[in-house]
């Protein structure tokens, strides 16, 4: 059962690895238009 368990939480830190790696290419790659469509929204709301 130990053995099952290891697998388990390998495979689970795999995943989770994995979902890091997506959100960081994600916020590389858009980072920048997110950060420019709230300053245009706050600038809005500000006026």
């Given at each position: 059962?130990?053995?099952?368990?290891?697998?388990?939480?390998?495979?689970?830190?795999?995943?989770?690895?994995?979902c890091v790696d997506?959100?960081?290419?994600?916020?590389?790659?858009?980072?920048?238009?997110?950060?420019?469509?709230?300053?245009?929204?706050?600038?809005?709301?500000?006026s």
């Amino acid at each position: 059962m130990g053995k099952d368990i290891e697998t388990a939480k390998y495979k689970e830190n795999a995943a989770f690895e994995r979902c890091v790696d997506f959100m960081a290419r994600m916020i590389e790659k858009y980072g920048h238009e997110i950060t420019e469509f709230e300053t245009e929204n706050y600038n809005r709301k500000a006026s």
